[in-house]
Nanobody, 121 residues
């Protein structure tokens, strides 16, 4: 059974950092691209960042470029999202999702339950 569990969310002040983790099990995750997507209150799911299976190629949404960094440790089946300079508009539930291919396609077959990020003073 494939399982994805996010962690690391919480309350942070504007300008502060957080690092999200995604524990993946039940499959060979190292052969799949992984992504982070977010859902802000009252809004649809928006793509945030993706990393290919080997970790050598990443892409980020424009709003997050320069502030968020996606990475992965395939030995631990764990992708990460380092979030810096957080803004109130970054507040959302962040989900880790497994892509159906080794490079980003935007189509996901497994998701976690999400981790809440709140940015407030």
């Amino acid at each position: 059974e494939v399982q994805i569990v996010e962690s690391g969310g919480g309350l942070v002040q504007p300008g502060g950092p957080l690092r999200l983790s995604c524990a993946a099990s039940g499959s060979t995750f190292s052969t799949y691209a992984m992504s982070w997507v977010g859902q802000a209150p009252g809004k649809g799911v928006g793509w945030v960042s993706s990393i290919d299976s080997g970790g050598g190629s990443t892409r980020d949404a424009d709003a997050e470029k320069g502030r968020f960094t996606i990475s992965r440790d395939n030995a631990k089946n764990t992708p990460y999202l380092k979030m810096n300079s957080l803004k109130p508009e970054d507040a959302a539930v962040y989900y880790c999702a497994r892509d159906i291919w080794g490079s980003w396609s935007g189509t996901y077959d497994y998701w976690g339950q999400g981790t809440q990020v709140t940015v407030s003073s």
